[in-house]
């Protein structure tokens, strides 16, 4: 029983440092960033948002190069895709960007196709 206990206590303690970061995340790129929450963005409006990439790949759509990053802000995660690009210097895992752009869908997926960033130091 001792096992079960302290598997239960790991599992606590990591979604509490889970829910510590999202906390912080929000604090940092909603509440004073002045950026509209991931979570909270409306569709088809010009939006700017904040936040850290959480991965970063290369995926071709329809034949032509594309790169697409996750942003994530503690609220939710939106899809960056820049069309025509197969890298863009800056734009890698862990960091931090403002992007402005009209939110869609593709899929199920919300997306910001071509979107305006600016690297957060």
Do not use: C, F
Not at 81 to 97: D, M
């Amino acid at each position: 029983m001792p096992e079960k206990s302290r598997l239960r206590g790991a599992l606590s303690r990591w979604a509490n440092s889970a829910e510590e970061h999202d906390r912080a995340l929000r604090q940092e790129y909603v509440e004073h960033g002045g950026a509209t929450a991931i979570g909270e963005a409306p569709d088809r409006e010009m939006v700017v948002l904040r936040g850290t990439l959480r991965t970063v790949t290369l995926r071709p759509r329809g034949g032509v190069p594309a790169l697409e990053a996750e942003l994530y802000d503690g609220t939710g995660a939106i899809d960056l895709v820049w069309l025509g690009r197969r890298r863009i210097a800056g734009i890698a895992p862990g960091a931090s960007i403002q992007v402005r752009g009209r939110i869609g869908r593709h899929d199920r997926d919300r997306v910001i196709y071509n979107p305006r960033y600016e690297l957060i130091p």
